[in-house]
């Protein structure tokens, strides 16, 4: 929680700010009830039905806060997509002045991740379907109780041989909104070499380490045990589902870069979403859900 002070340049600056900066200081108990009457006012599918995968996969995110990780995607798709990252440049959004650069040449060592921008990762071929494929939206307006809205999305590498964790590299829980969920695709293979995506088991339930900051691997085992914490591997292609108020972090590659694509999934907009559509709504996809991205 920033000071009085910060907090209120930062909510004159941005409104979505607000439920950003309180919601460390909120809790748990009470972010169930806050998320339970937003999405009461929320709007919902007319004669929803989920499937059965959909009820199942809601289910384990609920328990765990993880789902088991899904079939891949198919190749064919998977192709095209991460032809299109190489293809892209990334950057460094903490090291701005070192400019864009090819995804398998960061121009200094302490660069950790290379990002893609939200606009360049949704004008990614086949990003609209990625974002809103019927069993994922399935079980979004399961775990909200409303329709949900694509809020934060986002591609990144994570290079091999770095010694130092970094930003989303430690374990930490996000604040962007009182419930949401991420789906996460694995567009490189995924082993234990290439920096598997790690997550604390339960962890949604509990306000243990609620301090609004990274958090030490040894300070996760000691309050959650080692038992609780799952490496996430998994071919190109394959996927799963986090509520992210749970623990988690990406693992530091030893040998092998790793591409991730993230979908995050909320009642409301956050302060990381643009504050207005990057593109027009080319038509079939649900203008509630993809309202911050499409116009």
């Known amino acids: 929680m920033p000071s009085l002070k910060r907090f209120s340049e930062r909510a004159r600056t941005d409104p979505r700010h607000i439920a950003y900066d309180l919601l460390p200081v909120l809790g748990l108990p009470e972010r169930g009830g806050v998320s339970a009457m937003i999405a ?28 088991p990780v899904q079939p891949a995607i198919p190749g064919d798709v998977i192709n095209e997509v991460v032809d299109y990252f190489k293809a892209t440049p990334c950057h460094d959004p903490f090291r701005p002045q070192v400019g864009t650069f090819g995804w398998d040449t960061p121009p200094a060592d302490e660069i950790n991740m290379g990002y893609y921008t939200a ?27 409303c329709k949900p809205v694509v809020d934060n999305i986002g591609a990144f590498w994570s290079y091999p041989q770095r010694h130092t964790a970094k930003g989303v590299q430690r374990f930490h829980r996000d604040y962007d909104c009182v419930q949401n969920i991420k789906v996460f695709y694995y567009l490189t293979e995924v082993d234990d070499d290439a920096g598997p995506h790690m997550f604390v088991r339960g962890s949604h339930h509990d306000r243990i380490l609620e301090t609004g900051k990274a958090q030490t691997d040894a300070a996760i085992t000691e309050a959650f045990g080692a038992d609780r914490i799952t490496a996430i591997t998994g071919p190109a292609g394959s996927w799963f589902l986090e509520d992210v108020y749970g623990f988690h972090k990406g693992q530091l590659p030893v040998n092998k870069p790793r591409l991730l694509l993230a979908i995050q999934y909320n009642l409301y907009a956050s302060p990381h979403c643009p504050k207005a559509p990057l593109m027009d709504n080319p038509g079939g996809y649900d203008p509630y859900i993809n309202r911050i991205f499409l116009r």
């Open 40 to 67: 009461a006012l929320k709007p919902k599918t007319p004669d929803f039905a989920p499937s059965d995968t959909a009820r199942g996969l809601c289910q384990a995110l609920q328990q765990d806060g993880l789902t």
């Open 119 to 145: 606009e360049e990762t949704l004008r990614a071929p086949h990003m609209l379907d990625l974002m809103n494929r019927p069993e994922v939206l399935q079980v979004m307006e399961l775990r909200l109780g």
